[in-house]
């Protein structure tokens, strides 16, 4: 049996003597997406952090395909197929969305500091397959119109896309969204489940922090859910949602019937 994409043994992480993360085990197919859900406050941009190696657990084992990664560096995990969103954009907000793009790409372009100050060394070819690369990258998200746009200047779901784009632009094989609809209208919401889809259908995982359920209902085929940092509910979207400790945990009566309403 080949191994996860991503597997996490018995994780904990702690700040001080906040526990933000409590003996977390998890595993996420290859080709999969899978959610990762739970109230504000439950831990799981730490545990995107402790993954992506902003934040380094107590105890406990991270694997991407097999591989332990607990201890590198967030670029040498990089390097190892693993890129990420996050929850507030980081976008370089005075260059355009075509610059961008071709920001994510640093670690593919190559070359030394010669090369790229006297534009030797084959420079001007990778320059050229570069900007290819990452205007069919904008393309590929929806934003092609826009190249040539300040980051600054594009509408918050073109935002979100261009984020995606320059985190596919390092050809990740495990993609970590924190929420991506998030400041998302209904309209914007319909083409990023669009978008998701069409980046799983690149071959990419994804494991995705999400705070609204009819996205995750509809696209994830598992989800965890934390609580204080401990995993309470594992399983198919159908599963989680009719799980009590779930509904009494996160979800609570409104969100109960909200994720009624979704599987409608």
């Not at 790409?105 to 190559?110: D, F, I, L, Q, W």
């Amino acid at each position: 049996m080949s191994a996860p994409e991503l597997e996490i043994e018995n994780l904990t992480l702690r700040y001080g003597g906040l526990t933000a993360i409590d003996a977390l085990s998890l595993r996420v197919e290859t080709g999969s997406l899978h959610a990762l859900i739970g109230p504000n406050g439950a831990g799981k941009t730490s545990v995107f952090n402790a993954i992506s190696g902003l934040a380094r657990g107590q105890s406990g084992a991270i694997r991407l395909r097999g591989e332990r990664i607990e201890r590198l560096a967030p670029d040498a995990r990089a390097r190892r197929g693993l890129a990420r969103t996050f929850q507030n954009l980081r976008l370089f907000n005075e260059m355009t969305a075509l610059e961008n793009v071709l920001a994510g790409m640093h670690a593919e372009m190559g070359g030394t500091l010669f090369d790229v100050l006297t534009r030797l060394g084959g420079f001007h070819a990778k320059e050229r397959a570069a900007v290819s690369a990452a205007r069919e990258l904008l393309d590929f998200v929806g934003l092609a119109a826009v190249a040539q746009t300040l980051a600054r200047a594009l509408s918050y779901g073109d935002q979100r896309r261009l984020e995606i784009a320059r985190a596919l632009a390092a050809k990740p094989r495990l993609l970590l969204l924190d929420e991506p609809a998030a400041g998302m209208n209904p309209a914007e919401t319909q083409g990023l489940n669009h978008l998701l889809g069409a980046v799983r259908a690149r071959g990419v995982t994804m494991l995705l922090v999400e705070h609204d359920m009819g996205l995750v209902m509809r696209l994830c085929d598992r989800i965890t859910v934390l609580n204080f940092g401990r995993k309470i509910a594992e399983g198919a979207p159908d599963a989680v949602r009719a799980d009590p400790a779930v509904i009494e945990a996160y979800l609570g009566v409104k969100g109960a019937a909200e994720l009624r309403g979704s599987a409608a």
